[in-house]
């Protein structure tokens, strides 16, 4: 086999056989390989023929094409069949030659797996890879991170097929060492389901509180679209609340149970171990929890009724500020985490710069990461979203609106977990003083686990002999 590969794609499935497609598109000749020989003579087949892509029966085959140092990118399946192929592969490669992991590996099998092959001389880099299937196919949203020293050689490849940002910036860039860049794809995901459950509420909303069909509610959110909320989630939904079925709207005869891989709850689980709130992503997997068993939910609906109450005193108006508000919270919360956890793992992560990488080809793609940009160029130690004026600002002007629409949702018995949530984290925030006096107390009382005082400065702690009996 001729020895002039510039990249070879392990795993043919929808998102390694699309971005093998867009690799070729973009120059590189590409060889390719899976498991299953049927689905590389498939795709050689399809789309594949006549782009020059050279196909590999073993992965012998596949090292043997490609010139050094070799660059792989693995696109299997997270877990334990990566740590398989890398078995296989290892023996095959030669020091310096560099794989990448582009599947959704969690951050800590990433940061592992990058410290057992740097000791054997190979170079790995975990990439977040966002944008589905036309993403991967015509631009990504890609956030690599491990070893740096492998950068220069693919930094050019990966770039060149990436989305490309609105200012003609690629949405691709270095984010830092070991589990960087799926720790930064972690919290995308994460984001991506607030954003997924805030708009879901506002669906709710007005279908149930103003007693709104589909069809009106597609053409709120084509108009909302238009402005501040514009981003490639509302726009998908707006057309799927437009799409019927002999003559009925789809959207009614799909079950409301909804499914999640996982790296939701990973960002909430990470939140946890950082001591960074992330509540709302939190409720939106929790909120997938409750969907998740229907017959259980008519058997409770069967006995305590699933009536629901017109909203009166909420309108459209007032829940697009209170989307928009519950995503400001949701996008602080997240930023918090990356924050965190840049500083606990020394990845000097650049906020603006992992903003700036989605504001194009990623799911949660939006107008709104302009502004997130900016304000992190602006100030790059800036603590927290809603401290910067623009989206303080914003959330001012959003708050008779959101107490409006979490409280009329509440009168009406319409959940809005999301929306309550991310009022409870803005009303947590601006409090001067909160109950946590009390849970100290509370605590040192049954425990002696002692307390600070306001007082003395923080660090201090002390015991009180609150009982004698």
């Given at each position: 086999?001729?020895?002039?590969?510039?990249?070879?794609?392990?795993?043919?499935?929808?998102?390694?056989?699309?971005?093998?497609?867009?690799?070729?598109?973009?120059?590189?000749?590409?060889?390719?390989?899976?498991?299953?020989?049927?689905?590389t003579?498939?795709?050689?087949?399809?789309?594949?023929?006549?782009k020059?892509i050279?196909?590999?029966?073993?992965?012998?085959?596949?090292?043997?094409?490609?010139?050094?140092?070799?660059?792989?990118?693995?696109?299997?399946?997270?877990?334990?069949?990566?740590?398989?192929?890398?078995?296989?592969?290892?023996?095959?490669?030669?020091?310096?030659?560099?794989?990448?992991?582009?599947?959704?590996?969690?951050?800590?099998?990433?940061?592992r797996?990058?410290?057992?092959?740097?000791?054997?001389?190979?170079?790995?880099?975990?990439?977040?890879v966002?944008?589905?299937?036309?993403?991967?196919?015509?631009?990504?949203?890609?956030?690599?991170?491990?070893?740096?020293?492998?950068?220069?050689?693919?930094?050019?490849?990966?770039?060149?097929?990436?989305?490309?940002?609105?200012?003609?910036?690629?949405?691709?860039?270095?984010?830092?060492?070991?589990?960087?860049?799926?720790?930064?794809?972690?919290?995308?995901?994460?984001?991506?389901?607030?954003?997924?459950?805030?708009?879901?509420?506002?669906?709710?909303?007005?279908?149930?509180?103003?007693?709104?069909?589909?069809?009106?509610?597609?053409?709120?959110?084509?108009?909302?679209?238009?402005?501040?909320?514009?981003?490639?989630?509302?726009?998908?939904?707006?057309?799927?609340?437009?799409?019927?079925?002999?003559?009925?709207?789809?959207?009614?005869?799909?079950?409301?149970?909804?499914?999640q891989?996982?790296?939701?709850?990973?960002?909430?689980v990470?939140?946890?171990?950082?001591?960074?709130?992330?509540?709302?992503?939190?409720?939106?997997?929790?909120?997938?929890?409750?969907?998740?068993?229907?017959?259980?939910?008519?058997?409770?609906?069967?006995?305590?009724?699933?009536?629901?109450e017109?909203?009166?005193?909420?309108?459209i108006?007032?829940?697009?500020?209170?989307?928009?508000?519950?995503?400001?919270?949701?996008?602080?919360?997240?930023?918090?985490l990356?924050?965190?956890a840049?500083?606990?793992?020394e990845?000097d992560?650049?906020?603006?710069?992992?903003?700036?990488?989605?504001?194009?080809?990623?799911?949660?793609?939006?107008?709104?990461?302009?502004?997130?940009?900016?304000?992190?160029?602006?100030?790059?130690?800036?603590?927290?979203?809603?401290?910067?004026?623009?989206?303080?600002?914003?959330?001012?002007?959003?708050?008779?609106?959101w107490?409006?629409?979490?409280?009329?949702?509440?009168?009406?018995?319409?959940?809005?977990?999301?929306?309550?949530?991310?009022?409870?984290?803005?009303?947590?925030?601006?409090?001067?003083?909160?109950?946590?006096?009390?849970?100290?107390a509370?605590?040192?009382?049954?425990?002696?686990?002692?307390?600070?005082?306001?007082?003395?400065?923080?660090?201090?702690?002390?015991?009180?002999?609150?009982?004698?009996?």
């Amino acid at each position: 086999m001729t020895t002039n590969a510039d990249i070879g794609v392990i795993g043919l499935a929808v998102m390694g056989a699309n971005l093998a497609l867009n690799l070729a598109d973009s120059a590189n000749r590409v060889a390719v390989y899976n498991r299953t020989t049927e689905v590389t003579e498939e795709f050689m087949r399809g789309e594949a023929k006549g782009k020059g892509i050279i196909p590999a029966e073993t992965l012998e085959s596949l090292v043997g094409s490609l010139s050094t140092p070799r660059v792989i990118l693995m696109m299997v399946k997270a877990g334990p069949p990566v740590d398989y192929v890398l078995d296989d592969l290892k023996p095959l490669l030669d020091e310096g030659d560099i794989v990448i992991d582009g599947g959704n590996s969690r951050f800590t099998d990433t940061a592992r797996r990058y410290e057992e092959l740097s000791k054997e001389g190979l170079r790995f880099i975990g990439m977040g890879v966002s944008g589905g299937e036309e993403g991967a196919r015509h631009g990504p949203s890609l956030m690599p991170g491990g070893d740096q020293s492998a950068w220069p050689h693919v930094e050019g490849m990966l770039k060149g097929i990436a989305a490309v940002a609105p200012d003609g910036k690629p949405c691709c860039d270095w984010l830092g060492p070991g589990g960087a860049g799926h720790f930064v794809k972690m919290v995308h995901n994460g984001i991506e389901y607030g954003d997924m459950q805030v708009i879901a509420e506002a669906y709710d909303l007005m279908r149930r509180g103003l007693g709104m069909e589909p069809a009106e509610i597609a053409e709120i959110f084509s108009k909302w679209n238009e402005g501040r909320l514009q981003s490639y989630l509302i726009e998908i939904t707006s057309e799927i609340l437009a799409v019927t079925e002999d003559g009925e709207p789809l959207i009614d005869q799909i079950l409301d149970a909804a499914g999640q891989k996982g790296t939701g709850a990973w960002t909430v689980v990470s939140s946890m171990e950082l001591g960074e709130p992330t509540t709302l992503v939190a409720e939106a997997v929790y909120a997938r929890v409750v969907s998740s068993e229907p017959d259980r939910r008519q058997r409770v609906a069967d006995i305590f009724g699933d009536e629901t109450e017109p909203m009166r005193e909420a309108g459209i108006a007032d829940i697009e500020a209170s989307l928009y508000a519950s995503k400001i919270v949701s996008y602080s919360q997240g930023f918090r985490l990356l924050d965190r956890a840049s500083r606990e793992n020394e990845w000097d992560l650049d906020l603006g710069l992992v903003a700036s990488l989605w504001r194009a080809g990623c799911i949660i793609r939006a107008r709104f990461l302009e502004d997130i940009t900016d304000a992190y160029r602006a100030h790059p130690d800036l603590p927290e979203l809603i401290e910067e004026e623009f989206f303080s600002d914003a959330l001012t002007q959003a708050e008779s609106s959101w107490r409006t629409v979490v409280g009329a949702a509440v009168a009406s018995g319409i959940p809005a977990p999301a929306y309550s949530t991310a009022l409870a984290y803005f009303d947590g925030m601006r409090s001067r003083r909160l109950p946590a006096d009390l849970i100290q107390a509370q605590r040192d009382f049954f425990g002696a686990h002692t307390f600070e005082r306001i007082d003395s400065p923080r660090g201090d702690f002390f015991h009180h002999e609150w009982s004698e009996g």
